[in-house]
């Protein structure tokens, strides 16, 4: 079904990254709390070594968060968010100054000063604008990507937001909205994230799986972020941390259905990944 799919490039901060072929978004948490991986990197050391591994293995993008969206967790105030962002930003610049870096963060002061004193190529938001007003306006001056995700509620409420009349429809009518939305606004680069694991059940993140290929009518390159998440690890009966093969299976699984950007924890396994899906797609 790629016929559907029309944009295959995406302009960040002047570099244009093809997407005719799916990229990978490697994770590089900042907090204390993230359910895999936080407290993982919090130092200078750790940072760095993280971020040279996942360039090393094929990551095109580096998303740097500050702010666990785990189920449950609270925002953190902007102040702690923004000091534990400059911190890694300045340590990761000074080494690595070409990398294109995407901010995982929905507030839109946030994001402007990590675009224009850091470089930032890309800003991904949880929320798609709906808890900073300026978000819209924000990434429309900056020019960069911008991804949006579905959710209903917050982080600490989105568990008890899982009933829907019409579960895929009501997503896609959120994207439409959205889709208006940037439009008006005149941000140039939109990519949608339909949100597995934010205010949906498991039996609803696999409904989500399965019709993933309808979100390709809408036109925008899809990411998809299951990495390790509960919706593999519940059904599976592990941990996490013994989560990376039920990972790259739906990876594989979303690549079929039309994703374009995998963020993951995993990155050589999910470059892998791509170069199998890649040659599955050659074969007449």
């Known amino acids: 079904m790629d016929f559907l799919f029309h944009k295959k490039t995406l302009n960040c901060c002047g570099k244009l990254v093809d997407i005719s072929v799916p990229k990978v978004m490697g994770i590089l948490n900042l907090t204390p709390d993230s359910f895999f991986d936080g407290g993982k990197y919090l130092s200078e050391t750790e940072i760095l070594k993280q971020v040279s591994k996942m360039i090393s293995q094929g990551a095109t993008f580096i998303d740097i968060g500050a702010m666990s969206s785990r189920p ?6 902007q102040n702690e968010e923004l000091s534990r962002l ?20 929905f507030r839109s002061e946030i994001a402007k000063i990590c675009v224009e004193n850091f470089g930032a190529a890309l800003i991904n938001d949880i929320s798609a604008g709906q808890w900073d007003a300026k978000m819209f306006e924000t990434v429309a001056n900056l020019q960069v990507p911008y991804v949006a995700m579905h959710i209903k509620g917050t982080p ?34 939109l990519i949608l994230d339909v949100g597995f694991g934010f205010a949906k059940t498991l039996e609803q993140n696999y409904i989500l799986l399965k019709n993933l290929d309808r979100f390709q009518y809408l036109g925008f390159p899809l990411l998809v972020g299951v990495s390790r998440k509960s919706m593999i690890y519940k059904l599976l009966g592990v941990s996490p941390s013994e989560s990376l093969n039920g990972t790259t299976a739906i990876n594989l699984l979303s690549l079929l259905r039309g994703a374009k950007i995998l963020r993951v924890h995993d990155v050589k396994e999910a470059v892998e990944t791509i170069k199998i899906f890649e040659k599955y797609q050659q074969i007449e």
Do not use: C
């Open 72 to 77: 449950g967790a609270e925002f953190v105030s």
């Open 86 to 105: 400059e911190m890694a930003l300045k340590i990761i610049r000074k080494e690595f100054s070409e990398i294109l870096i995407s901010i995982d963060t």
């Open 156 to 189: 600490s409420t989105m568990q008890q937001n899982v009933d829907y009349q019409d579960f895929i429809k009501e997503i896609i009518l959120y994207f439409a909205e959205i889709i208006e939305k940037s439009k008006l606004f005149g941000i140039n680069d």
